[in-house]
């Protein structure tokens, strides 16, 4: 049979990714999976067990009980668990694990679509569409801003300002797949558009590739 056709999609925190990747998803009929939420998973499962972050052999070993089935951004989307899983990805054996079932989700036909930091040059190196997403850190401090505002809850920009720049330090400067596009990755930087907007030029991007490879 057909390979299932993969969308990689990769950026920084709050760039859009996932939103942009469930309009994808249902405008092409694929399955979608945040990967960041894996990452998460890991934490939680860790921090409801009493486990320590910092011990890369219990963490690996609870990464490699995640299940995909039923990962849920509400109960996963606490500031102590984004913490704990930006913590735990700097380290190789929690991403060998998690890799790997990413890889094994990739796989579900007809497609698939996966948002993440290294989706692009680590988890689906192959992938025949390539997206990085990005925006400016204001621009995305500031929806993570409005994203809790509009919920009803209190914020402080300059905290999350500060959270956002901190997010990417350590996505970009650790060791083992740092966040950086891929070589062969179409930039899409949203800073000045509407979801609506980046979702219409996404979809520009992926047709045209998509009509190269049929070909
Ligand atoms: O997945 P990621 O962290 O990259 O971002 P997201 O959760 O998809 O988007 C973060 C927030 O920005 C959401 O509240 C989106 O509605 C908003 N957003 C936006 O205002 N304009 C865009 N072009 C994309 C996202
Ligand atoms: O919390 P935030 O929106 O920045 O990120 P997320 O997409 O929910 O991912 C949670 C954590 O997992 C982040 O600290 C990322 O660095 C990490 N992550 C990763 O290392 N590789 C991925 N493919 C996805 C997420």
């Known amino acids: 049979s057909k390979p299932a056709i993969v969308i990689a999609i990769d950026g920084p925190a709050a760039a859009g990714k996932g939103t942009l990747s469930r309009q994808i998803a249902d405008a092409y009929g694929f399955h979608h999976l945040d990967t960041g939420l894996t990452y998460r998973a890991t934490a939680k499962a860790l921090l409801d067990a009493g486990l320590p972050l910092d011990d890369e052999k219990v963490a690996g070993k609870m990464a490699r009980e995640v299940e995909l089935a039923g990962l849920d951004r509400d109960i996963l989307s606490t500031h102590a668990i984004g913490e704990a899983a930006s913590k735990i990805a700097v380290m190789p054996s929690v991403r060998r694990a998690l890799v790997e079932a990413q890889r094994a989700f990739s796989l579900r036909q007809p497609g698939t679509v996966l948002d993440g930091r290294d989706i692009g040059t680590v988890v689906c190196p192959d992938a025949p569409v390539k997206l990085y997403v990005t925006a400016s850190a204001d621009v995305r401090a500031r929806r993570r ?67 190269r490879q049929s070909k």
């Open 145 to 211: 801003y409005d994203e809790i505002v509009g919920k009803g809850g209190e914020a402080d920009y300059d905290g999350i300002f500060s959270d956002v720049k901190k997010r990417d330090e350590r996505d970009i400067g650790r060791a083992d797949s740092p966040l950086k596009p891929a070589d062969d990755a179409h930039l899409l930087d949203t800073s000045e558009m509407s979801i609506e907007a980046a979702f219409r030029a996404a979809k520009t991007i992926i047709d045209a590739a998509l009509k």
